[in-house]
T-cell receptor, first 117, second 109 residues
């Protein structure tokens, strides 16, 4: 597609359940980022993927969070045993090539709003 | 880690007014971007500006990398400019972006 696509747009789940959030980056973009934005707050970096390199997981808040990127394209962020504090908007961004500085402009999806009851 | 500050945290303007938003960062950066998050939550890239000055219509931005700050200028503001403006910097290690806390702008008709 023309832009970064995220699904679902909204997700309501019960505490303790697992959820999967999906991100389809812009075609050809090798770098992919996940961020979390709590209500009224800034963006918190979670994880990023660059090509075939090992992902930078330094922003993941706990071992209940994991992400994978299959075939260098689609990414899935999984939250296990969700807690109420996980409620937030989860944003995905992609960029053309993180190693070519002039091209590292991030384009964001519309986000997934997660509500944990 | 690198710290990013933005000021002011909140700004209310009358339509037609001009404004300046500031972003300070604590270390050298490879990359700096300004984003606008509209009231529906969509983040739009405004400028990629690690140094120098750029202009796009009523918006312009200047980054003085040696002094570790960037400014975003909005002239003749319109109600559609309302939202939150974020600056984000990429560390020299190039590993990830750090976002500032944002400036929430409200433009009144």
């Amino acid at each position: 597609g023309a832009g970064v696509s995220q699904s679902p747009s909204n997700k309501v789940t019960e505490k303790g359940k697992d959820v999967e959030l999906r991100c389809d980056p812009i075609s050809g973009h090798t770098a992919l980022y996940w961020y979390r934005q709590s209500l009224g707050q800034g963006l918190e970096f979670l994880i990023y993927f660059q090509g075939n390199s090992a992902p930078d997981k330094s922003g993941l808040p706990s071992d209940r969070f994991s992400a994978e990127r299959t075939g260098g394209s689609v990414s899935t962020l999984t939250i296990q045993r969700t807690q109420q504090e996980d409620s937030a908007v989860y944003l995905c961004a992609s960029s053309l090539d993180q190693t070519v500085l002039a091209k590292n402009i991030q384009y964001f999806g519309a986000g997934t709003r997660l509500s944990v009851l | 880690g690198i710290q990013v500050e933005q000021s002011p945290p909140d700004l209310i303007l009358q339509e037609g007014a001009n404004s300046t938003l500031r972003c300070n960062f604590s270390d050298s950066v490879n990359n700096l971007q300004w984003f606008h998050q509209n009231p529906w939550g969509q983040l739009i890239n405004l400028f990629y500006i690690p140094s120098g000055t750029k202009q796009n219509g009523r918006l312009s931005a200047t980054t003085v990398a040696t002094e570790r700050y960037s400014l975003l200028y909005i002239s003749s503001s319109q109600t559609t400019d309302s939202g939150v403006y974020f600056c984000a910097v990429e560390r020299p290690s190039g590993q990830n972006f750090v976002f500032g806390p944002g400036t929430r702008l409200s433009v009144l008709p």
